[in-house]
């Protein structure tokens, strides 16, 4: 299993703004997953993304990913205030626990 | 299908005590994690259970225990709890026959220690 450092720590924007975090990983991996979490509650699965992959959308949501790098980006598009909340990345290989860095800390204000 | 339900919601124990956590999975999901979040050190892995084998473990003393019953739910246990072990406990649970990887969260536990 390995863990994933997500930067930055926090981020503030305003709504309507696109806000950008990024996940490095040290070691070659199967896929890589962002997960959610609002304040206090479990996390929430986003996306998973494919070693094999470079690129995925889902909604306001683009995922990118460069093997050669061992990083990843998960950029959301014209932020909500409900998209206020903590954003863990998971490297995984096969067979291993997910394990999830401290995250990144998004605070969208209207 | 009903999501990832863990029990009790809230909880409050005393130093020295014991304490029992419970996690029932989607129906059909034969994998359960248990994390182990607080503010200081954030999210930390503490044992994946799959078919009442534990498969995978983190780095928890070993007064952390688990299981996985026959019929996928899973139970933890703490035992001489300390001030530290204040923290939300989540568990997770996944179908990896499906060969889809996202995990399930519950909506935790959240465990106080006087």
């Known amino acids: 299993s390995q863990q994933g450092e997500e930067d930055p720590q926090a981020l503030s924007i305003q709504e309507g703004e696109n806000a950008t975090m990024n996940c490095s990983y040290k070691?070659?991996?199967?896929?890589l997953q962002w997960y959610r979490q609002n304040s206090g509650r479990g996390l929430v699965h986003l996306i998973l993304?494919?070693?094999?992959?470079r690129e995925k959308h889902s909604g306001r949501l683009r995922v990118t990913l460069d093997t050669s790098k061992k990083s990843s980006s998960l950029l959301i598009t014209a932020s909500r205030a409900a998209d206020t909340a903590s954003y863990f990345c998971?490297?995984?290989?096969?067979?291993?626990?997910?394990?999830f860095g401290k995250g990144t800390t998004l605070s969208v204000s209207s | 299908k009903a999501g990832v339900t863990q029990t009790p919601r809230y909880l409050i124990k005393t130093r020295g005590q014991q304490v029992t956590l419970s996690c029932s999975p989607i129906?059909?999901?034969?994998?359960v994690s248990w994390y182990q979040q607080t503010p200081g050190q954030g999210l930390q892995f503490l044992f994946e259970?799959?078919?009442?084998?534990?498969?995978n473990k983190g780095n928890f003393p070993g007064r952390f225990s688990g299981r996985q019953f026959s019929n996928s739910r899973s139970e933890m246990n703490v035992s001489t709890l300390e001030l530290g072990d204040s923290a939300l406990y989540l568990c997770?649970?996944?179908?990896?026959?499906?060969?889809?990887?996202?995990?399930?969260f519950g909506p935790g536990t959240r465990l106080t220690v006087l």
């Open positions: 070691t070659s991996i199967n896929n």
């Open positions: 259970y799959f078919s009442e084998t534990q498969r």
């Open positions: 998971a490297p995984n290989q096969a067979g291993t626990a997910l394990i």
């Open positions: 997770a649970s996944l179908d990896p026959g499906q060969g889809r990887n996202e995990q399930f």
């Open positions: 129906s059909g999901h034969r994998s």
């Open positions: 993304i494919r070693s094999n992959e």
